[in-house]
C-alpha cells in the first residue's frame, strides 16, 4: 500500500516542523511520575504476546487520567526517558538509549470513539489527511491489513519508508509500526508505536536525527481521551530539539487529525 501525506507513525514530519521555528519557549513541566513510567511501560508491553501486563499499564493510566489530569496533560509533560529494557526487543539496529534522548506527551479529547481513530491509522490514505508533506510515503503491511479496523483481528504490523522534504532538506526514514486493541476495564482501547529502524539519510548536516519512538493511545473515555507520547534524538544545528516545540506539533497533528475525522465521519 502507498500513501502520500502526513503519517502519524513516521515522526519525522515532528522533526522538521521544528526546523521551522527557532523559537524556544519555557520546557513544559515535569510530568508526575506514575505517567511517566505508565508511558514507558505502555510502550515496552505493547507487542507483548499476553497482554495482561498492557491491560494493566492502561487501566492505570485511565485512573491517573480520572485524578483530575487531563488540563495539565493536554498542555504538555515532559516524560522521563525510555529505559533499554523498552528498546531491547524492537527490530531494527542496537539503539543507544544516549541522554540526549528527550521525552514529551500530551493528550487532548476526541468527539470520535477508538474505531474511527483506527479506520484513520490503518485504512486512510494519509494525503487526503494533511497534503504536501511527503514526496513520498511507502507502508507495507506484513500482519492484519484486512482485519484490524474491525477487530477481526488484535494485531496489525508494518514497515514504512518515506521522504519527507522541508526546506529543501530531503529526510528518508524507515520505521516500524505497531497496532493493538486491548479490551480494558472501560472498554476497548487502540494503541499504537513506532520507532526508527535506522537512521535517517539526510541531504543536510543542519539536521541529525538518531532515534525516534513514538506511542498513541485512544482511552475508552467520555470523551474518548488520546494520549501522544514520543522520545526523541535529534538536533537541530547541534542543539537538541527544544520539547516545548515537539509538544506542539503532537497537538497540531492531533488537530489535523480529529479536523478529518469531524469532516469524514
Not at 528527550?102 to 486512510?124: C, K, L, R
Not at 547541534?238 to 516545548?244: A, E, Q, R
Request: with cysteine.
Amino acid at each position: 500500500m502507498r500513501q502520500r501525506g502526513l503519517v502519524l507513525e513516521s515522526g519525522m514530519r515532528y522533526l522538521y516542523l521544528l526546523l521551522i521555528s527557532t523559537l524556544i519557549a519555557c520546557a513544559p513541566p515535569e510530568a508526575p511520575e506514575d505517567l511517566q513510567l505508565l508511558a514507558a511501560y505502555i510502550f515496552t508491553h505493547a507487542d507483548d504476546e499476553d497482554d495482561v501486563e498492557l491491560k494493566a499499564g492502561l487501566d492505570n493510566l485511565y485512573a491517573w487520567m480520572g485524578q483530575e489530569h487531563e488540563e495539565d496533560i493536554e498542555e504538555g509533560y515532559q516524560i522521563n526517558l525510555l529505559g533499554d529494557e523498552a528498546v531491547s526487543d524492537l527490530e531494527g539496529v542496537d539503539f543507544d538509549l544516549t541522554e540526549d534522548l528527550i521525552g514529551a506527551a500530551v493528550a487532548h479529547e476526541s468527539a470520535h470513539n477508538a474505531d474511527d481513530f483506527a479506520q484513520v491509522m490503518i485504512a486512510e490514505d494519509w494525503s487526503t489527511v494533511i497534503v504536501d508533506q511527503y514526496e513520498y510515503y511507502d507502508k507495507t503491511y506484513t500482519e492484519g491489513e484486512d482485519c484490524m479496523v474491525e477487530r477481526d483481528c488484535m494485531v496489525a504490523k508494518a514497515n514504512s519508508e518515506s521522504e519527507l522534504v522541508q526546506l529543501t532538506i530531503s529526510v528518508i526514514s524507515k520505521n516500524r509500526i505497531q497496532y493493538r486493541w486491548v479490551e480494558t476495564d472501560q472498554g476497548w482501547a487502540f494503541v499504537h508505536r513506532s520507532w526508527l529502524t535506522e537512521p535517517p539519510i539526510v541531504s543536510s548536516d543542519i539536521v541529525e536525527p538518531k532515534s525516534q519512538f513514538f506511542l498513541s493511545v485512544v482511552l475508552p473515555r467520555d470523551p474518548v481521551v488520546r494520549i501522544q507520547a514520543t522520545w526523541i534524538d535529534t538536533k537541530i544545528l547541534g542543539v537538541s530539539v527544544p520539547k516545548n516545540q515537539v509538544v506542539k506539533t503532537m497537538r497540531d497533528q492531533g488537530d489535523s487529525v480529529e479536523v478529518f475525522m469531524n469532516e469524514n465521519y
